[in-house]
């Protein structure tokens, strides 16, 4: 097992698992990207996915906005379509467009084309690679934040073949195809499991899962083709990770405008419920102090728009809503690329000015 140097902040562990902290940590989902200039410099001499797979110019972007902010986490720099491409299918970063897959599945027949039992650490270990670098580079001074989509955002960008508003392709398939949806969300939960379980191996300190269109699901097809992979996906990666003799982690579970499903997902493993912007900060808190669960979020992004008055004044009221204990401060989503820098700093300093304070 790889040595580390110890760790210095440890605000977003203890907040996950709802323990008094000093202050209220914060991050911001995508906080290393397009709106970094120092991002965009990478970026124009490297393809998209290069930097993905190049664990030395992954550690650095991962590491670019720690230089800039105080912020209390960082989080691999990755992509969640690197499972899609372990699965043998290619997938095309294309400027004003996103992610391409040139060859989307069409038909259930499609799923035979796939590598359903790959090798994670030899398809992934660049991802694993660029962890245990991280860790190292970071000295301790704030956890390291390991990632994965969920089934069913990974399925809809597979059928789909971009992004969609409506991800109709995909969501047919669930009405058309039900059986074979759920072969391929569950060959696709297998390999999250081993992915997340690679991370933790390699250095990752809390995961966090992306149901990043969960909210294109209706409340019965999200029960149906999204929730139990969501739960099996916790459980199991906190049974193999014991199992293995490994310290399991914190987990937290982004469901993307999923309100409807919010007491759903207090009742799993997950230690921590990420939520959006359109989720009531109060309302949350009450169904996941029930359960002694840990809640993240959930400034609406936009709000980097305004003015540095108005961020800390927004900031204020919302950490207020949300109370000290158990919680964790991020955006209700992920920076925008065309954001200041200088505006997420502002928001991270408001989070620790309003909050160091508080009685926790």
């Known amino acids: 097992m790889t040595s580390f140097p110890p760790l210095k902040n440890d605000l977003l562990l203890r907040a996950a698992r709802c ?17 970094l200039p120092e991002f965009r410099e990478v970026r124009s001499k490297h393809d998209f996915f290069t930097i993905c797979r190049t664990p030395e110019l992954a550690c650095e972007v991962t590491m670019q906005p720690l230089r800039r902010m105080d912020l209390d ?14 699965l043998g299918m290619t997938v095309e970063m294309k400027p004003g467009k ?3 897959f040139p060859g989307p599945l069409l038909l259930p027949e499609d799923i035979k084309k796939l590598n359903t039992t790959p090798d994670v650490t030899a398809e992934l270990g660049y991802v694993f690679e660029a ?52 072969s391929l969300l569950g060959i696709l939960t297998n390999v999250i499991i081993d992915y997340l379980v690679g991370q933790v191996k390699a250095g990752a300190q809390l995961l966090q899962l992306f149901e990043s269109h969960a909210g294109i699901l209706g409340a019965k097809t999200f029960n149906e083709f999204s929730l139990p992979y969501l739960k099996l996906i916790a459980s199991k990666v906190k049974s193999k990770l014991s199992d293995a003799g ?8 982004f469901a993307k405008d999923a309100h409807y499903a919010l007491e759903d997902l207090v009742n799993t493993d997950y230690d921590v419920i990420g939520l959006d912007w359109t989720i009531d900060p109060i309302m949350a808190s009450k169904l996941a102090s029930s359960k002694g669960k840990a809640l993240q979020g959930n400034l ?24 000290t204990r158990g919680y964790i401060a991020n955006l209700g989503h992920g920076m925008y690329p065309d954001m200041v820098p200088e505006h997420l700093k502002k928001f991270v300093d408001a989070v620790h000015t309003c909050s160091e304070n508080s009685e926790n």
């Not at 301790?140 to 809809?156: E, N, Q, R």
């Not at 900031?315 to 809503?321: D, F, G, I």
Request: without cysteine; positive net charge.
């Open 19 to 35: 323990e008094k902290v000093e202050r209220i940590p914060v991050w911001a989902m995508r906080q290393a990207g397009r709106y």
């Open 131 to 182: 962890i245990t670098l991280t860790r190292q580079k970071l000295e301790g001074k704030v956890p390291l934040i390991g990632f994965s989509g969920a089934p069913w955002t990974l399925m809809a960008y597979m059928i789909e073949g971009q992004s969609s508003s409506t991800f109709s392709k995909a969501r047919a398939w669930l009405y058309k195809y039900p059986e074979e949806s759920k």
């Open 246 to 253: 490994h310290a399991t982690v914190p987990m937290t579970v």
């Open 73 to 86: 986490a960082a989080i691999i720099f990755s992509d969640i379509l690197v499972i899609p491409q372990a």
């Open 98 to 100: 996103g992610p391409t």
């Open 300 to 323: 609406d992004p936009a709000a980097l728009y305004g003015s540095e008055e108005s961020i800390a004044s927004l900031t204020k009221a919302m950490v207020k809503q949300f109370g």
